[in-house]
């Protein structure tokens, strides 16, 4: 063990994976954690399901076991937030009054829930967002020993159906309000709105569009009232209406930020000592030539790896292939690829018992991105065709009577 310290703030999957990525690659100095949620490190994408929908809680999903980091003499600091940093003097002060120094820091410091300016909403009580296990047991909790409460979910995104379903499944009334005029707008194509609003219908999920919530009153329980004049009951409100970055610290920091934190290639920060990873990065995909900010497990493990590797010396670049993933009742959704952009989209329905199909989405003839509903081939094949930048044969990929295979596809 040398004398050189590496701090990393934000102990999830970004974080906690960098640690052990830094051991692996050789680092000899201390590893230093700092994350303001108390429990131990835990997998953040069951929280929208089963963490709401069983009793297991984040101590049967943990990231890495006590143990694990005391193997790798990682130094886990819990319930402490990072309040400020000194890159001139590479210190940083804590919010129990101390002060730490790095010789390179890590930033993993991730996203908080967007509240929306709601009148009345400070006044509101069982009112949640979903980001940590605490927003989990709070919701379990305002639910009781009888789940079928009235709850109201306002935003229509991938984490709000989510939400939808698992409480669906407890028995509670379920009812999502969208602004926008269908669900998924800003992420999807109308038909995989079509799809998902559907799907909730048929399990009893009420979704209704168009609705701009306005006010809370709290007089009796809650009620939600929409610039429409529209009003509804609910016990229980759960907010999922997008996120903001935690860049606050990083911009007090002096360090450059655009929609994120920007990083280089490496997960570099615009200071040489300091690196950024996961959802708070702003950084460049070399396979679409822009600069996006992406909010998924993977890019947080890939770009943790990259930084970990960067800084014992390693030459590396980050440039994966973006992939995320949705599950709803018995639906998996799977997607590959950024297809902001497209022009033109090809959807193959696959005759099976549930429902199987994909989307495709092409500039040109260039594949993009492929959205697979139920379709771990789709889903695999449109992966391999975005990272080799194969062309695709449009009428056999359309054409159901010829089968899903390379062969078939390709030009």
């Known amino acids: ?126 009112i949640f967002p979903l980001r940590t296990m605490a927003d989990v047991e709070g919701i379990r909790k305002a639910l009781g020993e009888s789940p079928k409460k009235n709850v109201v979910i306002i935003g229509g995104g991938y984490i709000g159906l989510e939400i939808a379903a698992s409480l669906n499944k407890l028995g509670a009334t379920v009812t999502v309000l969208e602004r926008e005029e269908r669900i998924l707008a800003r992420v999807t194509v109308s038909e995989m709105s079509e799809f998902f609003h559907s799907l909730h219908q048929k399990k009893g999920v009420d979704i209704l569009t168009k609705k701009n919530v306005t006010a809370v009153e709290t007089n009796t329980g809650h009620t939600i009232i929409c610039d429409d004049g529209s009003a509804y009951f609910a016990d229980i409100i759960i907010i999922g209406v997008g996120i903001r970055v935690n860049t606050e610290i990083a911009e007090k920091a002096g360090l450059v930020t655009e929609n994120g934190i920007k990083v280089d290639a490496m997960a570099k920060t615009s200071n040489e000592d300091i690196y950024a990873i996961g959802d708070c990065t702003f950084h460049h995909n070399p396979h679409y030539d822009r600069f996006v900010r992406l909010e998924s497990v993977q890019n947080a493990v890939d770009q943790a790896k990259v930084a970990a590797a960067a800084i014992c010396g390693k030459e590396v670049i980050y440039d994966s292939i973006p992939w995320f993933w949705s599950d709803q009742y018995d639906v998996k959704l799977q997607i590959v690829g950024l297809s902001e952009g497209h022009d033109n989209s090809i959807i193959r329905k696959e005759e099976k018992e549930q429902p199987c199909f994909s989307i495709w989405y092409f500039s040109g003839d260039r594949l993009l991105s492929v959205d697979a509903i139920n379709s771990a081939k789709a889903f695999v094949l449109g992966t391999k065709f975005i990272k080799t930048g194969q062309l695709i044969n449009k009428s056999n990929l359309a054409d159901t009577s010829v089968e899903l295979k390379p062969a078939h596809l390709m030009i």
């Open 1 to 126: 063990m040398t004398d050189t310290v590496c701090v990393i703030i934000g102990a999830s999957h970004a974080g906690v994976n960098c640690a052990f990525a830094l051991r692996k690659e050789g680092w000899q100095g201390q590893i230093i954690l700092y994350d303001a949620d108390p429990e131990l490190p835990y997998h953040r994408p069951p929280l929208s399901k089963t963490y709401l929908t069983n009793t297991e809680g984040a101590q049967k999903n943990l990231l890495k076991s006590e143990e694990s980091y005391e193997r790798s003499e990682i130094q886990l600091n819990l319930g402490i937030e990072v309040t400020s940093i000194d890159s001139g003097e590479r210190k940083i002060a804590l919010s129990d009054g101390k002060v730490q120094a790095y010789d390179k820091l890590i930033l993993a410091t991730g996203a908080r829930p967007l509240i929306p300016p709601i009148t009345g909403l400070d006044n509101a009580k069982n």
